[in-house]
């Protein structure tokens, strides 16, 4: 058994302990595998384990990764910072883009998704935590934002994405997933039928199931520890 394969394992068994923990149906959390850094490799033998879905924050190295590994039904997430003048590309290659904190790129990414394609599943970052250092709109400022991307064309607003700051224990992590919670909730008694919560990492991602997590992003604790800095 690879190592891959293993992790996988241990992964979709500690998910399944996770949805059990909170009463939920594990059909319900999606594992999202965070393959940055890694190479097409590495990919293949992730699907070759059943793994369909995967993440990518950095653009070149996901499109060298998308061409690389066409011969596979894989589905495509872009969970990184968005550039303007890189809008094009994304809306192109990409399934789902969970990044999206700004009008002007959700307004790009809807006038270059080609008509050919379904429309681009999208995730509106929220700056939980308040962090200066981080991308994501102002708890605020969520619900005009998705009202605002909720009419444009060519895409469909799944839910909302967070990266909280690290907390050590559940009791802690679980208080930034909870506030995810009620603003995914407070979006849908306006009628906005949203279904995503892409929350939760490899340190922390029972405590975001524990919290209504529809999607998990691992990396990690699938592939190995990384030597570059950002997703886990």
Known sequence: MTAILSNL????????????TANRNVADVRLLAVSKTFPAEA?????????????????????????ELRD?????????????NKTRPIAENFAWVHSVDRLKIAERLSAQRPPHLPPLNIC?????????S????????????ALE???LPHLKLRGLMAIPSPATDEIAQRIPFARMRAMLEMLNSQGMMLDTLSMGMSHDYPAAIHEGATIVRIGTAIFGDRTLGGEK
């Not at 990919?43 to 190295?61: C, D, I, P, W």
């Not at 509106?124 to 200066?132: D, K």
């Not at 981080?134 to 934002?145: C, F, H, I, N, R």
């Open 9 to 20: 394992q241990a992964a979709r068994k500690a998910i399944v302990q996770a949805t059990k």
């Open 43 to 67: 990919v293949r033998e992730a699907y070759q384990a059943g793994q369909l879905a995967f993440g990518e924050n950095y653009l070149q190295e996901a499109l060298d990764k998308i061409g």
């Open 72 to 84: 596979l039904p894989l589905e495509w997430h872009f969970i990184g910072p968005i550039q303007s």
């Open 124 to 132: 509106l970052q929220v700056n939980v935590s308040g962090e200066q």
């Open 134 to 145: 981080k991308s994501g709109v102002a708890a605020e400022e969520v619900m005009q934002l």
């Open 149 to 151: 991307i909720a009419s």
